[in-house]
């Protein structure tokens, strides 16, 4: 009796899943991992926004070699046991030509491996870690829209080094991108600025609920200045912790968060908690005084399209990862995805924030990010950036 | 005590049997699902060598699991070993682990002991959490190899299948294997005084069994099995995570278990596969597959707890009129 | 280092200490009246704290109404106990305990997602109410108003507990529901109303726990199922359905993870789970509970 019965239900669901696949074929099917719940989904959800749009356009476009773009996303959790799982399933169920996608630094390597075993194409526009592109764990699917950790690090050491303090902190969360960002902070800023002294380094674990005890820990040690790389739901965390601890007063405000403490979302969520004065970096502003005229005409289009008048900074990293895929196709004139990831290699393209490479060497982008003090901004209700810094970050790439 | 004639059918190898065509079936999906099923239904059926046959409810199963799946991914990852070795290591370290923990847990009776076990999961997945330099961290092991299959190639029809492909084939008959040992472990002497326990501890001891033992041996090998399929499952999934060992990966094998039915040591593995398929259509559907899985579960546990296999022999029965 | 600092790391894990106590006290008292380990108990907290953010949405954020919607959660979350157990949960008691366990996963699954459904996936944020927005300077450590609240909080709660389960009838009867469950009807007492009634107290705790959290954390979906294991080791280490037990357990728990960092600064998480296993093979139930097998 059972064999018959596990026999009925596998041609059960060859009968439920077989048709589907035959209409898979008029679509360029791009599968979509992301955080979509959880303290991520706050950078998740508009990222996915960002693709989609993207998507809408080159569509009403006509799409790209005549076929349309259809994205299928799917939720990872935030957990890499989860995103290789759905990776997978897009691959293999859903059919997917591509994979863009994964948020953290965890997701972002695991679901690598997958792209690498199917030899599908993916492009991560969010994990930072060095550890997604390094030599160990290249291969010639992988390609990275993002920025990195170096790049982030060492452009946020440069800002640091500009204050003139001594005795600097640091507070990050204990995995990848945190050990990474912090790593790349702490040697550049003892590079160029030999005198510096860290005191101390906090490593909460990620997704800490409680982040009182190393906040005490940290203002014990007396720091002139702190770096941290919490990013998202756990920034927020922390900071309304430790605002009514003093421990902002303490620092005197030279406290710079990586991990886009000073995206809109972040200050938006956050409203009055928010630590105004502390600096902060972002994938992207609304207002950019020198930027090129492409990104005028992008947050316009994105205002219309979120409905928005202060849309969120995350939609870029799904917006060019989507342009750089398409743009390859194009250039490749095929979705096979080994021509696809050859002329990936060394693409050039317009994006919204300038001209963006994927180099030869190891599928980097030359992303950098937004840096900012922050100042309350009455007319939005919250924290914004007193003054864009758009550092380019081609010194500081290894 | 003679055998009934449904006991005496050699249904392992009638499964494997059954199993053995489905990367021919045209879709690398299909053996993906497959795979799946054949790992975890193992992962369920050593669980219920405790719950089924000894009566012992575990909340911490996961931890043999991730141990398992741990030991295999880092001899083979970091070491550099080979398949076979590093997947019996895996299943000793679990068995080791479930033997140190267990001694501890058989003390204790009923839910005092699953919380125990759940207790000691806990530990587990704080180490794999935490531990950065060995475990990977929060972000575990990605990229656990496939073993060598190379020497497959000389195999007719297999030889040119995709690696995962012939990856199911060792799984399946790996899990073949375990599932013969462990059928024969719950008919043999042993097995029937782990019912004996079962049905009427105090009368186990009052014959002269040291029930502590004897439960402590139970749990020993449903660990050691649990860490074989693990084992498994952390090369399977290309990747072995800290999630492995969360206290909700315990609830899994559980929820298999009392779906297929508990009282059947086929009842598990009909249970994996029946979850698993309702996963892979619900998902299709809708992204909130835990609210349809706690559904189903109410209704199992309010209207079938007997399970898929319990109600269907219970059907038969009133059916044929006599044991089916 | 200086005492300043030891006395801050000492009213930090304190403040924790005693959210911990909030929650894990509710879990306490069902399993040691019902014998139930209430798995749902994580997602009671989490929708407490869903709960209180829709209140404070209506009464107006950054008011006093705070308070009102913070009791308003609490007995939202009461009530949809009350209705769990009278429904639902109750059919199981005469069976295994694996169908009660089973049970309350369910019930974490479908309560997650409603909450998903309800509230989104994206993190929500309270503010401190107005009246405990500020900080005072003890002994040379800052201390936010909120955070002493809290700790006051827990120890009141905890008399509150004690002097009703010692001094009144109502406290004897659940007394006497924890020893010997037979004895309890042949006192006449209604076991039903006791289980129905200990339930929705223990999933006001929760509830409670959830909406006061709300100024200190964000509102994320998977709460429910982190803290639930946190609550569960202080459960564990203070001793099963041991009252005092459970306070002993949090302040324990949050002293460990306070000063641990000090210690084992990545290992802090560890050094909770070691000290439950530590707990675990010399008294396996618990600091102050009652050896039980």
């Known amino acids: 009796m059972l064999h018959r019965r596990m026999l009925l239900a596998v041609a059960g669901i060859a009968a439920l899943i077989a048709p589907w696949e035959a209409a898979a074929q008029k679509t360029i099917k791009v599968g979509y991992p992301m955080i979509l719940s959880g303290p991520g989904a706050l950078f998740g959800e508009p990222a996915l926004k960002g693709a989609q749009m993207y998507v809408d356009e080159i569509n009403a476009a006509g799409g790209v070699l005549g076929r349309k773009f259809e994205l299928i996303p799917r939720d990872t959790k935030g957990n890499a046991d989860e995103a290789v799982r759905v990776s997978r399933e897009l691959i293999l169920k859903d059919n997917v030509d591509f994979l863009v996608g994964t948020l953290t630094s965890a997701e972002g390597p695991a679901v690598s491996t997958i792209a690498k075993e199917n030899k599908i194409v993916f492009i991560a526009p969010i994990p930072k870690t060095d550890q997604l592109t390094a030599k160990a764990n290249l291969h010639p699917y992988v390609f990275r829209s993002a920025s990195n950790t170096t790049i982030e690090g060492r452009t946020a050491a440069e800002i640091v080094a500009k204050w003139g303090l001594k005795k600097i902190a640091t507070i990050s969360p204990d995995y990848a991108y945190g050990q990474d960002v912090t790593k790349a902070f702490v040697e550049h800023l003892k590079k160029i600025k030999p005198d510096t002294e860290i005191v101390d380094q906090q490593w909460p674990k990620l997704g800490e609920a409680d982040y009182t005890p190393f906040i005490n820990a940290q203002m014990a040690k007396k720091p002139d200045a702190v770096f941290s790389s919490l990013w998202g739901g756990h920034f927020l965390t922390f900071a309304k912790q430790a605002k009514p601890l003093g421990y902002f007063d303490a620092v005197k405000y030279n406290f710079i968060g990586a991990g886009e403490a000073a995206s809109i979302e972040s200050a938006r969520t956050m409203g009055a908690d928010y630590p105004v004065g502390i600096w902060g970096n972002s994938y992207d502003v609304n207002n950019w005084p020198g930027g090129p005229p492409a990104h005028k005409t992008y947050i316009d289009k994105l205002r219309t399209y979120t409905k928005q008048e202060n849309p969120s900074s995350w939609p870029v990293t799904g917006y060019v990862a989507m342009q750089f895929l398409a743009e390859a196709i194009k250039k490749a004139g095929s979705t096979d995805s080994d021509k696809v990831a050859k002329a990936l290699t060394g693409l050039s393209i317009d994006t919204p924030i300038g001209k963006q490479t994927l180099r030869e060497k190891d599928h980097q982008a030359n992303r950098g990010q937004f840096w900012g003090k922050t100042v309350n901004d009455p007319k939005l209700g919250h924290a914004t950036m007193q003054e864009v810094l758009y550092i380019d970050p081609a010194p500081f790439m290894d | 005590m003679t055998r009934p004639l449904i006991n005496r059918i050699p249904w392992t190898l009638i499964v494997f049997l059954v199993l053995l065509p489905v990367p021919f079936l045209g879709s690398r999906f299909y053996t993906f699902v497959a795979t799946d099923i054949v790992i975890l239904s193992l992962f369920a059926t050593s669980l219920n060598l405790l719950l089924g046959t000894t009566g012992l409810v575990t909340f911490g199963h996961a931890a043999y699991f991730s141990i398992g799946a741990y030991t295999t991914a880092l001899l083979m990852k970091n070491l550099g070993f080979p398949f076979l070795p590093s997947w019996i290591a895996g299943g000793l370290m679990a068995a080791g682990f479930a033997l140190v923990f267990g001694f501890f847990c058989v003390r204790l009776t009923k839910i005092y002991f699953a919380m125990l076990t759940l207790a000691f999961a806990q530990i587990v997945w704080a180490i794999c959490f935490k531990w950065n330099d060995v475990t990977g961290g929060e972000q575990g092991l990605p990229n656990v190899p496939y073993p060598g299959l190379d020497w497959m190639e000389v195999l007719p029809l297999i030889g040119d299948l995709r690696v995962s492909d012939k990856f199911y084939y060792v799984a399946l008959a790996l899990v073949a294997l375990c599932y013969a040992a462990l059928r024969r472990i719950t008919l043999s002497p042993f097995g029937r005084v782990l019912t004996v326990i079962r049905d009427n501890p105090e009368r186990a001891q009052f014959i002269g069994v040291n029930v502590r033992l004897y439960e402590l041996a139970a749990f020993m090998v449903s660990g050691a099995f649990a860490g074989l399929s693990g084992a498994l499952f952390g090369i399977f999934n290309r990747g072995v995570f800290p999630d492995f060992a ?79 | ?257 306070s000063f641990g960092i000090l210690i084992f600064p990545r290992f802090s998480i560890f050094a909770v789970s070691a000290l439950m296993a530590v707990i675990l093979i010399v008294r396996p139930w618990g600091l102050l509970g009652r050896p039980l097998r």
């Open chain 2, 246 to 324: 969360f206290w909700t990966k315990s609830a899994e094998p559980l929820i298999m278990t009392i779906l297929g039915g508990m009282a059947h040591f086929w009842g598990p593995a009909v249970g994996a596969a029946a979850l698993i398929l309702l996963n892979q259509q619900i998902t299709s559907y809708t992204e909130y597959w835990p609210f349809v899985l706690g559904g189903v579960l109410i209704v199992l546990l309010f209207v079938f707890p007997g399970g898929i296999v319990g109600t269907l022999t219970k059907l038969g029965r009133r059916i044929g009129g006599r044991d089916a």
């Open chain 3, 1 to 257: 280092m200086e005492p300043s600092f030891l006395f801050g790391q000492f009213l930090g894990g304190l403040t924790a200490a005693m959210f911990l106590f909030l929650i894990a006290s509710g879990l306490s008292l069902i399993f040691g009246v019902l014998r139930v380990l209430n798995f749902a108990h994580g997602s009671f907290y989490m929708l407490g704290a869903y709960l209180a953010f829709q209140f404070v949405q209506w009464v107006g954020p950054r008011t006093e109404g705070f308070w009102l919607a913070a009791l308003g959660a609490a007995c939202g979350i009461a009530v949809l106990g009350g209705l769990v157990e009278r429904l639902l949960l109750r059919h199981l008691y005469g069976r295994e305990e694996l169908y009660q366990l089973l049970f309350t996963y369910a019930l974490v699954l479908i309560l997650g997602d409603v909450a998903k459904i309800t509230w989104g996936t994206g993190q929500l944020s309270v503010s401190r109410p107005p009246s405990l927005e500020g900080s005072l300077n003890l002994l040379g450590v800052i201390v936010p108003h909120y955070n002493l609240f809290i700790i006051l909080l827990g120890p009141t709660i905890a008399l509150i507990f004690w002097f009703v389960l010692q001094r009144t009838s109502v406290g004897r009867i659940v007394r006497a529901a924890a020893q010997d469950r037979e004895m309890l009807s042949s006192l006449g007492a209604n076991v039903g109303m006791v289980y129905t009634g200990m339930f929705m107290v223990g999933s006001f705790l929760a509830g409670l726990g959830g909406a006061l959290v709300t100024p200190t954390q964000s509102i994320v979906p998977g709460m429910d199922v982190a803290i639930i294991v946190e609550a569960f080791i202080v459960v564990v280490i203070g001793g099963l359905g041991s009252f005092w037990g459970t306070f002993l357990g949090a302040l324990i728990f949050g002293q460990v993870l």
